[in-house]
């Protein structure tokens, strides 16, 4: 199985800020590499697809780059709404595997 | 298109955990998979499994011993069956359909919480 290795597993950050989540792979993916945010309750929502698309709807403060084994997911400017668990998830190959998940606090 | 869970929310240990996800607002019968995803409780995801409406499956090889996922076009709806449950088989079970060109999850059932126990 394909390992996807968060970082930070946590982060404290304040409205306004800039955030960056990064997701390695233990071995190349392409860009089969989607982030979903999953807030308290709920089921996670997609953000981001294939890399660096943003699914239709998501807000443009979102955004996602990397191919290979390293990819990242940037907030340009956090709103209040932002603060939840981020995880990645690739769909290279089977079993389709999520990284641990980083949760944004405030 | 939206999908909903279905099912018992307590399984005794070594029994069956039975699923139904109903999908409303479009035909199960399109270009998609579907699938299963679980959460156990304050942890991560793990991909359990998918379906095409031709009845083709791709499992979990950790868990492929124990599922059996099916599609009942007629009822626009697809299940999970786990078989041999423990208390580790705990978790909320999300159904979820298959986004492609990527193979991304895009849209989710709301879960439905099922817990093992005695």
């Known amino acids: 199985d394909i390992q996807m290795t968060q970082s930070p597993s946590s982060l404290s950050a304040s409205v306004g800020d800039r955030v960056t989540i990064t997701c390695r792979a233990s071995?190349?993916?392409?860009?089969?590499l989607n982030w979903y945010q999953q807030k308290a309750g709920k089921a996670p929502n997609l953000l981001i697809f294939?890399?660096?698309s943003l699914l239709s709807g998501v807000p443009s403060r979102f955004s996602g780059s990397g191919s290979g084994t390293d990819f990242t997911l940037t907030i340009s400017s956090l709103q209040p709404e932002d603060f939840a668990t981020y995880y990645c998830?690739?769909?290279?190959?089977?079993?389709?595997?999520f990284g641990q998940g980083t949760k944004l606090e405030i | 298109v939206q999908l909903q869970e279905s099912g018992p929310g307590l399984v005794q240990p070594s029994g069956t955990l039975s699923l139904t996800c109903a999908v409303s607002g479009g035909s199960i019968s399109t270009s998609n998979w579907w699938s299963w995803v679980r959460q156990p409780p304050g942890k991560g995801l793990e991909w359990i499994g998918e379906?095409?409406?031709?009845?083709?499956?791709n499992y979990n090889p950790s868990l492929k011993s124990r599922i059996t996922i099916s599609v009942h076009k007629s009822k626009n709806q697809f299940s999970l069956k786990l078989s041999s449950v423990t208390a580790a088989d705990t978790a909320i079970y999300y159904c979820?359909?298959?986004?492609?060109?990527?193979?991304?999850?895009?849209?989710w059932g709301q879960g439905t919480m099922v817990i093992v126990s005695s």
């Open positions: 294939a890399a660096s």
């Open positions: 998830q690739q769909s290279y190959s089977y079993p389709s595997t």
């Open positions: 379906i095409y409406h031709s009845g083709t499956t």
């Open positions: 071995q190349s993916i392409n860009i089969y």
């Open positions: 979820a359909r298959v986004f492609y060109p990527g193979g991304a999850f895009d849209i």
